[in-house]
Nanobody
C-alpha cells in the first residue's frame, strides 16, 4: 500500500511563506506525475501544481511566481514552497501521485494551510 504523507502546514500571516513536504512510501521516480491540490471550505478540490517524472512543472495561474514545486528523489519527497501567501490560499493541501499499477491515483491525508492576520 503506497502512502503519501504531507507535513508543513500551519497558520501564516499574509505575505508569509510555508514549505509543504510530501513523503512517499516508495520511490517517487516510479510516479508518472506528482503534484498538489487544494480544497477551500465549501469548494471543490482544485489542482495547484504538478511535476512529472522528467522534472517538467506546471502551475495554476493564481500561484505562478509565488509557488514552486520540487522533488528530491533521494528522499522520496516532493516539496511545495509557497511565498507571498494570500488569504485566498487558505485551504487543505493534498499531495497527489499517479503511477503504477495501471495509472493509479494516490492521495495524502491533507495538511491545513491558513493565511490570516
Amino acid at each position: 500500500q503506497v502512502q503519501l504523507v504531507e507535513s508543513g502546514g500551519g497558520l501564516v500571516q499574509p505575505g508569509g511563506s510555508l514549505r509543504l513536504s510530501c513523503a512517499a512510501s516508495r520511490s517517487i521516480s516510479s510516479f508518472y506525475v506528482m503534484g498538489w491540490y487544494r480544497q477551500a471550505p465549501g469548494k471543490q478540490r482544485d489542482l495547484v501544481t504538478t511535476i512529472t517524472s522528467g522534472g517538467g512543472t506546471s502551475y495554476v495561474d493564481s500561484v505562478k511566481g509565488r509557488f514552486t514545486i520540487t522533488r528530491d528523489n533521494a528522499k522520496n519527497t516532493v516539496y511545495l514552497q509557497m511565498n507571498s501567501l494570500k488569504p485566498e490560499d487558505t485551504a487543505v493541501y493534498y499531495c497527489y501521485g499517479n503511477g503504477p499499477p495501471l495509472h493509479k491515483d494516490y492521495w495524502g491525508q491533507g495538511t491545513q494551510v491558513t493565511v490570516s492576520s
